[in-house]
């Protein structure tokens, strides 16, 4: 497998502006951000400003000629389709996606929509984790850049596979932080547990990460939320346990009291959430194997109602 020179980075939010002035810091030739229209025209006049510095990344239009080596999917979940035909021009059978999408769905709609380009060996499962990236008017700032976890379903750190090592090369030589789980579907499931938890309470309670770091009772309606997750993972033969519960506290713990989940900040600048990802994912699938959770279903519905409040409050 060639070594990965350059990635493109699709959806320049805020986990896919942070990890790409981490790449650009190490070698501003080595990333570029797909971009068309007015949008593109904005980064090429104004760069995008990340930490206090405005970066002058590459821009690639998804109509160029050719395909990328890697590409780090960073959208909403909501925006994938667009995503998907925007990218597919530059992704050639050579190719390797990673999708920091939250949620548990994104490879499967990916591999779908792109076979026979993205085979599942070319798309390893990957997710972002630890990440405080807050977008406020136009820019991105960020204490800790989390991890990016990716790796096979299965990952033996003394035989990875062609495509795991590639990406892991290419991370490490450009200082981004990541890690390859030896279970990957559990750690995604880890991951899904703490956003479904902390992202919906977060928007429903309009708190920032201090909040749960400091209130009992909040931890008290986080675990229950993780609880839900839990056997539903189990029912799904995913892995998780009630002690992964306590890991979460612990990663909170890490991140900058201050900053903000990525659905409290929809929340607050009227857009749409990624709920639909979460608490009607647990819901639903919970019903489908005789569970229930009331706590997501709730969840569910409270955030609904918390975005046609602004849809409406927005109606001239």
């Given at each position: 497998m060639k070594e990965i020179r350059k990635a493109l980075i699709v959806g320049a939010g805020a986990i896919g502006a942070a990890v790409a002035s981490r790449i650009f810091d190490s070698d501003p030739e080595s990333v570029a951000i797909l971009a068309s229209g007015q949008r593109a025209e904005r980064y090429a006049r104004e760069g995008i400003l990340v930490?206090?510095?405005?970066?002058?990344?590459?821009?690639?239009?998804?109509?160029?000629?050719?395909?990328?080596s890697l590409v780090l999917l960073a959208v909403k979940d909501y925006h994938l389709g667009e995503a998907i035909g925007e990218m597919r021009p530059l992704v050639g059978p050579e190719t390797l996606v990673l999708s920091?999408?939250?949620?548990?769905?994104?490879?499967?709609?990916?591999?779908?929509?792109?076979?026979?380009?993205?085979?599942?060996?070319?798309?390893?499962l990957a997710f972002m984790i630890g990440i405080d990236a807050l977008r406020e008017k136009g820019e991105i700032s960020f204490l800790s850049i989390g991890e990016i976890g990716f790796g096979d379903e299965k990952n033996d750190s003394r035989?990875?596979?062609?495509?795991?090592?590639?990406?892991?090369?290419?991370?490490?030589?450009?200082?981004?932080?990541?890690?390859?789980?030896?279970?990957?579907?559990?750690?995604?499931?880890?991951?899904?547990?703490?956003?479904?938890?902390?992202?919906?309470?977060?928007?429903?309670?309009?708190?920032?990460?201090?909040f749960f770091q400091r209130s009992e009772s909040a931890k008290k309606l986080l675990s229950s939320t993780m609880e839900e997750v839990v056997k539903l993972s189990q029912a799904c033969g995913t892995g998780?346990?009630?002690?992964?519960?306590?890991?979460?506290?612990?990663?909170?713990?890490?991140?900058?009291?201050?900053?903000?989940?990525?659905?409290?900040?929809?929340?607050?600048?009227?857009?749409?959430?990624?709920?639909e990802i979460f608490a009607r994912v647990v819901a639903e699938k919970s019903r489908a194997r005789g569970l229930f959770a009331p706590v997501n279903e709730a969840l569910y519905m409270a955030i609904r109602a918390l975005e046609q409040n602004v849809d409406t409050s927005r109606r001239p």
């Open positions: 930490n206090g510095r405005r970066y002058p990344f590459a821009l690639a239009n998804p109509g160029t000629d050719g395909s990328y920091l999408l939250n949620g548990i769905t994104s490879e499967e709609v990916l591999r779908a929509a792109l076979a026979p380009n993205l085979p599942k060996e070319r798309n390893p035989a990875l596979s062609p495509a795991v090592s590639a990406i892991s090369r290419f991370l490490a030589s450009h200082g981004v932080p990541h890690s390859i789980p030896e279970d990957m579907v559990k750690a995604m499931w880890y991951k899904f547990m703490l956003n479904v938890a902390l992202n919906q309470w977060s928007a429903v309670l309009r708190a920032p990460y201090g998780l346990e009630s002690k992964d519960i306590e890991a979460v506290f612990t990663t909170l713990e890490k991140l900058d009291p201050e900053s903000k989940t990525s659905m409290l900040q929809d929340i607050e600048a009227g857009r749409k959430t990624e709920v």
